[in-house]
């Protein structure tokens, strides 16, 4: 703690450097209203601009520095928090630097390039290009409002990836990117707060238009079509409120957070702050399960309804048409269907036929009712994937029992599920842990960075996603592409029982030396095939194809078997062009790296041997982006 007398012998010295030097007290810095300029010309140069220095280092006890730009000029302002007797203030330095004394000239373009560029990646998630989370944490928690804030979580989003895989996963979330920054102003904020949760900033939304907005947004996302999966059915569940001047965003984003989970009993549903529920009650999440009764009859569903009524929330179609539209409204807060056979407009093995095609049949149960009983429309009605079935006239203890195990059952049936998806995630973190320090310690004993097995993962996870924009002629499958990028890291595992004294040579291979060096593709085979369960892995398959044929060539010219054409598993193929390109374009203890642009021509020019025409196609479709990713790992190492 400083005296006053000290400080101002302190300001007195700091003058002869600076522009100009304050001390501001508390009732000084209360004053300073965010976002209002003073006269930049004026005699005292600071103005309360967006996140404020001296703000930040009296809120925070410590000490800030940025550039303010007054135009022509650009201001240095340091504010350093202090205690003078006492008492809490902030030294402010204010420094003013002529334009063109902070940078030469002839580098202004190429510094406000890179600073842009830096921003970008800064700030930015690279699979969606929302905002990230650091922008969250240091950009909008500082905000201030009225701001329309929600948060956003895509339904069901661990079922899609552990279904159809991680691919099919990373294509919903920028699908439902795109949607809501269509939706959105450019002065909004979208934001990946989580793995499926967004976080949208809408400052100076109206209130009675905030609901009218996510409502929109929940609709389009809901109507989308992701590519290459048309069959996923997107829905978003979004908890929203406005935040005032006096609430702090992170409570106000822990309270979007509890209306979002109350969207979600429903899903496909928006919550904003007036329809907010009570905290100690735990109300629509403890709700009675809702059964939809489909029957044309009105006395049936009174005599259903009347039995399920105690214990069961109760919708009621009187035909299949209406039943596909409660389904639709509904959908995510149905628990089971209870579905007349013979109806007007369409029947029940209809309704069943519609639920087939759109995959509702797996996850929402239906119990047919009807007093049509013959062997073979009993038998139909299984065969369609109804869980059980029921004739007229109605047993009450039977039909209440029935209903009761279904909905029970699926119940369970849900819980295991999501088991099991968090075991195989845990497994594939585990499998894919001790694959990368085992390709690590080839790369090391190799004398290469770990790089390399990084970049054959990226280049093979390129190549292959644009090869299933192609028609699926290798029929490569979900397991597949999750398999081959993975199994990518084991390609020189071979390499391992090579001498080093070849494998490091720093000049050119011996014919001798050489046929050592190819005798890594079959000692990685084998080593693999004979892991116990290498005949029940399909993970430890693909390595196998992969380190063993990774050297061979669509003309037949590779090595270790000559194999031509097709006859090289296609996972061989992809993982051999990423590996040849990586090759060109990194350094060597026997050669400097190429330029891209030379490792592109040797590739299409048949000089690294021959690739399958298509797999070049596909090649030439991301160079461009593989420039990029190479260009800027290169001034990251400068």
């Not at 049936?413 to 080839?442: F, K, W, Y």
Request: a negative charge; proline letters at 4%; hydrophobic letters at 40%.
């Amino acid at each position: 703690m400083k005296t006053m007398q000290e400080v101002q012998t302190l300001i007195s010295d700091l003058q002869q450097f600076y522009t100009d030097v304050r001390l501001l007290d508390a009732a000084a810095i209360e004053r300073i209203e965010e976002g209002v300029r003073s006269n930049p010309n004026a005699e005292d140069l600071c103005y309360a601009c967006h996140h404020c220095a001296v703000k930040s280092a009296f809120e925070n006890h410590d000490q800030r520095t940025k550039l303010e730009y007054f135009s022509p000029d650009i201001v240095q302002v340091s504010a350093q928090y202090m205690e003078v007797d006492g008492a809490p203030y902030v030294l402010e330095l204010l420094q003013r630097m002529h334009s063109d004394t902070i940078v030469e000239p002839d580098d202004t373009e190429a510094l406000f390039s890179a600073l842009s560029g830096y921003n970008t990646k800064l700030y930015h998630d690279p699979l969606t290009d929302m905002y990230n989370r650091r922008y969250y944490e240091e950009i909008v928690r500082g905000m201030k409002g009225p701001i329309g804030v929600a948060l956003m979580d895509l339904d069901d989003f661990k079922v899609y990836n552990d279904t159809y895989g991680h691919h099919a996963g990373d294509m919903a979330l920028k699908t439902a990117a795109t949607i809501v920054r269509g939706c959105i102003r450019q002065t909004d904020a979208l934001v990946r707060f989580g793995g499926d949760e967004f976080l949208l900033i809408l400052p100076g939304i109206p209130e009675d238009y905030f609901k009218i907005k996510l409502e929109g947004i929940c609709e389009k996302i809901h109507d989308a079509i992701v590519p290459g999966y048309s069959h996923m059915r997107l829905s978003t569940s979004i908890g929203g409120l406005i935040q005032m001047p006096s609430d702090s965003m992170d409570a106000v984003v822990r309270q979007a957070d509890r209306l979002m989970y109350q969207a979600k009993v429903r899903k496909n549903c928006v919550v904003v702050s007036g329809e907010m529920l009570q905290e100690d009650a735990p109300g629509r999440r403890e709700e009675k399960p809702q059964i939809l009764i489909v029957d044309d009859s009105e006395m049936n569903r009174a005599i259903l309804s009347e039995i399920l009524c105690g214990d069961y929330r109760i919708l009621e179609a009187a035909d299949g048409e209406e039943c596909l539209k409660k389904m639709q409204q509904y959908m995510g807060d149905i628990a089971l269907v209870l579905l007349d056979l013979m109806m007007p407009k369409m029947n029940g093995f209809e309704v069943l036929d519609f639920m087939n095609r759109n995959h509702a049949i797996e996850d929402l149960p239906v119990i047919m009712i009807s007093g049509e009983d013959s062997e073979a429309s009993v038998r139909r009605a299984y065969e369609m994937g109804v869980s059980d079935y029921v004739a007229r006239p109605f047993d009450a203890r039977v039909v209440y029992r029935r209903v009761f195990n279904t909905i029970k059952l699926y119940a369970k049936q849900r819980r295991l599920v999501s088991l099991l998806s968090e075991q195989i995630r845990a497994r594939e973190r585990n499998t894919s842990m001790l694959v990368g320090v085992l390709s690590q310690l080839v790369e090391f004993r190799n004398g290469e960075s770990g790089l390399h097995v990084q970049h054959i993962h990226r280049l093979t996870e390129r190549v292959l996603a644009k090869l299933l924009e192609r028609p699926n002629i290798y029929h490569i499958t979900s397991e597949m592409q999750e398999n081959i990028p993975l199994a990518s890291a084991l390609h020189d595992i071979g390499k391992i029982a090579i001498d080093e004294k070849i494998l490091n040579k720093p000049g050119r291979l011996t014919p001798e030396e050489f046929e050592v060096i190819k005798t890594h593709t079959t000692i990685g085979a084998d080593m693999l095939s004979k892991l116990d369960n290498f005949c029940t892995e399909p993970l430890l398959q693909t390595a196998y194809s992969i380190a063993r044929w990774h050297h061979e060539r669509w003309d037949g010219r590779g090595y270790p078997d000559g194999l031509k054409g097709n006859e090289i598993p296609i996972e061989a193929q992809v993982v051999a062009l990423a590996d040849v390109y990586d090759a060109l374009t990194s350094d060597r203890c026997y050669k400097k790296a190429c330029p891209h642009e030379q490792a592109v021509e040797m590739i299409l020019n048949g000089e690294c041997g021959a690739f399958n025409p298509m797999l070049l196609e596909c090649f030439v479709e991301i160079k461009d982006d593989l420039k990029r990713e190479l260009e800027e790992e290169r001034r990251n190492k400068a």
